[in-house]
């Protein structure tokens, strides 16, 4: 089960520009939490507390503000392009027993053989799951795999209770192969090996 992140807002009731400036000067950051067709709620939230808690992929948050709590996910994160300081938030209210599409960014682990190299060509999967069972990362294990291996959309191990949501079945995720430079240095290698062991004899000799 996903572990819920509680983070203590404001009710906001002003708006603009130069509010929004105001607020990061006091460390808050200018929030939005969307449910729907209701009303949206207009919060800020502590600075600090908040930018630490979005290192977490699909994290779950518990928001309380004024008189209400909401639970929610992150729908949309504006950073400033030169400061990289967090401008403003965009959440989506989310009821338990709902399920929603989210993606996942995708990591391997483990040794190809030889001198293959895994690489990732999905940076992200879209996936379907609980809100209570959202994934932060999805695994593929490319242990022991030979150059040429593809592990396809389809063929990714999911966790419990999370299914793909697309079409592209037959995408790779992941290539295993030996690149270019290691082929070259190995090729290279073998004539050098072959010049060589005449020179020994001729020594001996």
């Known amino acids: 089960m996903t572990d819920t992140i509680a983070l203590q807002g404001e009710v906001r009731t002003e708006f603009g ?14 929030a939005t939490i969307y449910a729907g067709g209701a009303e949206p709620a207009f919060i800020a939230l502590p600075m600090r507390e ?16 004024g008189d209400e709590k909401r639970t929610a996910v992150v729908k949309d994160v504006q950073r400033n392009p030169v400061k990289r300081i967090v401008e403003h938030i965009d959440f989506y209210e989310v009821k338990a027993g709902e399920k929603i ?4 960014p ?8 030889g001198a293959a ?9 879209k996936v379907r799951a609980d809100v209570t069972n959202l994934p932060e990362r999805i695994v ?13 959309v389809k063929d990714v ?23 270019e430079d290691a082929t070259e240095s190995t090729a290279a290698a073998e004539p050098a090996a072959e010049e060589a062991a005449p020179a020994a004899e001729a020594d001996a000799e």
């Open 50 to 65: 908040t930018t630490l808690a979005l290192r977490r992929t699909n994290a779950l948050f518990t928001i309380s503000f």
């Open 17 to 30: 520009k130069g509010v929004a400036r105001r607020m990061r000067v006091a460390q808050q950051i200018p």
């Open 157 to 179: 191990k999911l966790p419990e209770g999370v299914e793909l949501d697309g079409d592209a079945m037959e995408e790779p995720v992941v290539s295993v192969v030996v690149p």
């Open 106 to 113: 995708v990591f391997v682990e483990g040794t190809p053989k």
């Open 140 to 152: 593929v294990d490319v242990d022991g795999m030979v150059d040429g291996t593809k592990i396809l």
């Open 101 to 104: 599409d989210v993606e996942v």
């Open 117 to 125: 190299v895994a690489f990732v060509e999905m940076q992200e999967l």
